[in-house]
């Protein structure tokens, strides 16, 4: 008997083992995982505890450049801008290059000079850079998130916290030239005005070593410890992880993602032009009409408590006239019985009303 009892002990003991070993464990003081789509939270490891950035800043700092000034802009470097620590292209005072080229050298190299050109540029100086910075952080809700300056070299009243750097990471992946940008190993750029060429390399060695990865974005200074912010994308899904102050970022990176794919998925529900329906016409020139949808829709959820359903809205028939483009309908999609998006129905073609010719009897009542 206490045989017994001491094997099942044994074998509690060991399942209990199993299920903590299996769970992900991150080096990262701070970390999270969340839905490049939708925003939510897959994984979670101190995630609205503040703290520091390091260079993770400069995807706000990207951000609020594309917004405000045009890619093409010839910036001709200020003094500020020249000299200053940490990582660098080394620009020279005076040197002119376009806002593009110095977004590459802000993401791929993490330049801090170029950080500190791009401020001057759009804002006139550094201070005033990291003004726009707050005010775009406070515009897409973010409460825990300060800068001070726009390359991420220590101060105090510089922070955020992994869930806020994933909701901004989140943000500026919808702008394309920001995913452009962030997503390319290497480029070249002019060097002091065609002297000589800079190539600028990717520091985010992910996009080298897993699959479909799509950036983001490193960083380190000795009081931040090590940053990193990934992102990848398979079959339409979309997964963001942040880990600050992990030792062992880029293993940290490959198990948040993998496991960001494997709990979440995305449904491609209506392709563009995908539905077509005929309709029934009364009182048209032609007896029905065809509609389609336009535009498409995906949704993306927890897999394992996805519960989709689909309602056609649309009557049975419709009367005429009807111009192409009018709305007659539309599908509703659900997720465990809570509307999720719906998608219209537009009439491809006019259809006239019908003329019709008088009787005898309408034609007496006319003269009458």
Known sequence: MKKSIILLLVALFGAILCIN??????????????????????????????????STTKIMTALVAIEKCPLKTQVQIANEAVGIEGSSIYLTYGETLSMEQLL???????????????????????????????????????????????????DDNHYTTAYELAVITKYALENETFRKIVSTFKQTIPLNNGEG?????????????????????????KKTGRCLVSAAEKDGT?????????????????????????????????DPNGITLKIPVVGGTANYVTVTNIGGFSYTCE?????????????RFLFAPIKQNDVVGYIIYYNNGEEIGRVDLLAQNDVNQKKYKKSILDFFRSII
């Open 21 to 54: 070993t299996s769970a992900l464990s991150t080096s990262a003081q701070s970390a999270v995982v969340i839905d490049g789509h939708g925003g939510s939270v897959i994984y979670e490891k101190n995630a609205h505890t503040r703290m520091g950035m390091a």
């Open 197 to 221: 060429t800079r190539v600028l390399v990717n520091h985010n060695k992910l996009l080298k070593i897993y699959d479909n990865a799509i950036g983001v974005k490193t960083g380190f200074t």
């Open 303 to 315: 897999a394992k408590t996805a519960n989709i359903t689909s309602e056609l809205i649309v009557d």
């Open 104 to 154: 590459y050298a802000l993401l791929l190299q993490s330049a801090n000079d170029a950080a500190t050109a791009i401020a001057i540029e759009v804002a006139g100086s550094v201070d005033d850079f990291a003004v726009l910075m707050n005010e775009k952080a406070a515009s897409i809700g973010l409460k825990d998130t300060n800068f001070t300056n726009p390359h991420g070299l220590y």
């Open 238 to 270: 979309v997964v963001i992880a942040v880990t600050l102050n992990a030792p062992n970022d880029w293993n940290d990176h490959k198990a948040m993602l993998d496991l960001g794919f494997e709990k979440v998925k995305t449904y491609h529900l209506a």
